[in-house]
């Protein structure tokens, strides 16, 4: 029982000591760790003190570097009484050099000038009696100096960024770096005296009196005034160059290109079915009027007996079921188009020989008329304002999937005389087009036939903006780029995709009219510009080139007129 109650008392003292050596080591480790914060602490506020010294050290060199004229690699070895050789060396130089330089502006000024009896010449007793004075103006500007301007700014903050640097290394050379400060401080002091030397001398050429005080504030003042006046004559010119560049913006602004549509049909758009009557029973064809013709037939001006609305009867002869096919076809195609740069189907007459299309009446002409007509001062804004439009039809064409495939200026009608809008015709040719099946086709007319018709590959939007690129080019010089002597040549030109602006009738054409068809007449139909991004092309776009053009007033069809219809 006794040797239990020893082993459990045993077990219990060393329970205590166990317990006491794990507290005994928690507390020195708290201890140790406040020490260290309390050393590390005091070892940051000594770095900051070395930091801030060494900041005012860099700064006061850099200060004293701006204003030391003379390198101080140099002067760095020399000791003071050398320092003060070289000084008085300095002073004898300029005073002799300031004595020759009076002595020859004596002898050019002669009578007239005004100079004191004393002489020209600056003794040295006299300008050791000005150095105080220019001491301690320099001090000030030395004040001067440490205040911060914008660029001072950037380059104390390389200096704090470098002083940051070294300030680990400061704590291990302060007295290096007192040493060099003292040295940079001698080497400045010795520039500063240098500096003052220099002065002095340039002082010393020339005299000042009263009389030339007052001449100085009048000079001074004229001065001022003749600055006053370039200031005022600077205002001047700006706010007329402001005033020319806002008449030029308003000139801009007032010159409103007409890009609004043309008039729609007067009609609203229907959907036509060939009727099997006859055409005379509700219409009256003048025949003697025809409003144009082609392949097909004849177009004629006719007038609705009931309404008295004009309009245009385009007669197609059809004999065959083939050519009736042909004809339903585009009067499909028209009932799927409605817009206002797409020519309008108002009736259709079927008969046995041939079937009628009554549609929208437009006076203005074929777009060919005006590239031939001589008396017809057709303009590249003109040309622009054509061309928007043919892009508009386009787009919408394109974006109900079909294709005009017969483009040309034949095919596109002037609503008046007078105006630029014009409106698409002529849609027996037009397809629409179905990504899954590839439509080839075999016809067209030669000059403004894309490669890939004439190569039977497969078409698509592209081949119209091909043909819209000689279109541009024939309105812009009253050329055809790819006409040759007969239909082969023309062909085989258009394969070889030579064509050049080299004609004399190109000389004054923009380049943004350039840039915009040689975007379309390539041969790759995949990198033919769209009808959407053709209107997005400056050419079309682009405001202040308008209003360019319409200062040119450029003259841009040519004498040689294009080869006859088809």
């Not at 039809?393 to 005389?417: A, F, T, W």
């Not at 036939?449 to 279109?471: H, K, Q, R």
């Not at 682009?542 to 841009?556: A, P």
Request: charged content about 35%; aromatic content about 6%; hydrophobic content about 30%.
């Amino acid at each position: 029982m006794e040797n239990f109650l020893k082993d459990k008392d045993l077990w219990i003292l060393g329970s205590v000591c166990l317990v006491a050596t794990f507290l005994w080591r928690r507390l020195w480790k708290l201890f140790s760790v406040k020490k260290e914060k309390k050393t590390s602490s005091q070892a940051d506020a000594q770095a900051k003190d070395d930091k801030d010294k060494a900041k005012q050290s860099l700064k006061g060199i850099k200060a004293q570097k701006k204003r030391k004229p003379v390198d101080s690699s140099e002067n760095t070895s020399l000791s003071e009484p050398v320092l003060q050789e070289q000084v008085e060396k300095l002073n004898r130089q300029n005073t002799e050099h300031s004595h020759a330089n009076t002595e020859a502006d004596a002898k050019k000024r002669g009578k007239d000038a005004e100079l004191i009896p004393d002489g020209p010449q600056t003794s040295a007793s006299q300008t050791e009696k000005r150095k105080p004075e220019k001491e301690s103006a320099e001090e000030e500007d030395d004040g001067d100096v440490f205040v911060d301007t914008e660029p001072e700014e950037e380059e104390e903050q390389q200096a704090e960024e470098d002083g940051t640097e070294k300030s680990r290394k400061v704590e291990d050379d302060g007295k290096k770096g007192e040493a060099d400060y003292q040295k940079s401080s001698i080497v400045s002091d010795t520039s500063n005296l240098l500096h003052e030397s220099s002065e002095e001398a340039s002082s010393s050429k020339r005299r000042v009196t009263e009389e030339d005080l007052v001449k100085d504030d009048l000079k001074k003042s004229r001065v001022e005034d003749g600055q006053v006046e370039n200031a005022d004559r600077q205002v001047a010119e700006a706010s007329r160059t402001e005033d020319t560049d806002e008449s030029r913006e308003s000139a801009v602004k007032e010159l409103i290109v007409d890009l609004s549509p043309p008039p729609s049909a007067p009609f609203d758009h229907r959907i036509v079915t060939p009727k099997p009557h006859q055409i005379a029973t509700y219409y009256t064809i003048k025949r003697d009027e025809v409003l144009g013709g082609g392949r097909f037939g004849q177009v004629h001006k006719c007038i609705e007996n009931s309404s008295g609305l004009t309009l245009a009867a385009k007669i197609i002869k059809a004999r065959s079921q083939k050519e009736k096919e042909v004809v339903r076809n585009e009067i499909q195609v028209m009932n799927q188009l409605n817009h206002a740069n797409l020519i309008q189907l108002y009736a259709a007459f079927e008969s046995r020989h041939d079937i009628i299309l009554v549609m929208e009446y437009v006076e203005g002409g074929e777009l060919f008329d005006r590239i031939i007509d001589e008396n017809y001062n057709l303009t590249e804004l003109d040309t622009v304002l054509f061309i928007r439009q043919i892009c508009e039809g386009l787009q919408y064409m394109h974006k109900m999937y079909i294709l005009h495939l017969d483009l040309k200026p034949e095919n596109i009608l002037c609503v008046s005389r007078a105006t630029n809008k014009i409106k698409i015709i002529d849609f027996g040719l037009a397809r629409r087009y179905k990504p899954r099946e590839k439509l080839r086709v075999n016809f067209g007319t030669p000059e403004f036939l894309a490669p890939e018709v004439i190569n039977y590959e497969f078409v698509s939007f592209p081949t119209d903006m091909w043909s819209l690129g000689v279109i541009t080019y024939m309105l812009l010089s009253g050329l055809s780029p790819f006409l040759g002597d007969d239909d082969n040549e023309t062909l085989n030109n258009i394969l070889a995709c030579q064509w050049n602006f080299e004609e004399e009738e190109f000389v004054d054409i923009s380049d943004e009219a350039k840039d915009f068809i040689t975007r379309l007449l390539v041969k790759s139909k995949s990198w033919r510009m769209s009808a959407t991004e053709s209107l997005k092309h400056p050419w079309l776009s682009d405001q202040s080139l308008h209003y360019r053009l319409n200062q040119k007033k450029n003259k841009c069809h040519s004498t040689h007129a294009p080869s006859t219809k088809t």
